[in-house]
């Protein structure tokens, strides 16, 4: 089993910058990627970035250039830099941890933007 804690949600005004963290615990051998989701008020959860063992990213085509994943091998801990927030960035995040192909969840962090 894989422990996720995640933090750094929070409300921030709209240009404004949060940066999240999600520290992985437990069965952490074997991880093949850890990302961040995030899912709006009546939307489906969505892919927002990604980040493999191998250092290898990927992100939504809607936070490119504003969003960076990173990870801290030593810490099992992975973050999500947001910067020029904007009023649809807002929701609930959640961290997302891939070993042996089977997902783990945190149980997610709200980031509210204001206009």
């Known amino acids: 089993q894989v422990q996720l804690v995640e933090s750094g949600g929070g409300l921030v005004q709209a240009g404004g910058s949060l940066r999240l963290s999600c520290s992985a615990s437990?069965?952490?051998?074997?991880?093949?990627?850890m990302g961040w989701y995030r899912q709006a008020p009546g939307k489906q959860r969505e892919l927002a970035a990604i980040?493999?063992?191998?250092?290898?990213?990927n992100y939504a085509d809607s936070v490119k250039g504003r969003y960076t994943i990173s990870k801290n091998n030593y810490k099992n801990t992975v973050y999500l830099q947001m910067n020029s927030l904007k009023p649809y960035d807002q929701g609930v995040y959640y961290c997302?941890?891939?070993?042996?192909?089977?997902?783990?969840w945190g149980e997610g962090t709200l980031v509210t933007v204001s206009s």
């Open positions: 997302k941890v891939v070993r042996n192909d089977i997902p783990y």
């Open positions: 437990g069965s952490i051998d074997s991880i093949n990627a």
């Open positions: 980040i493999t063992t191998g250092g290898s990213t």
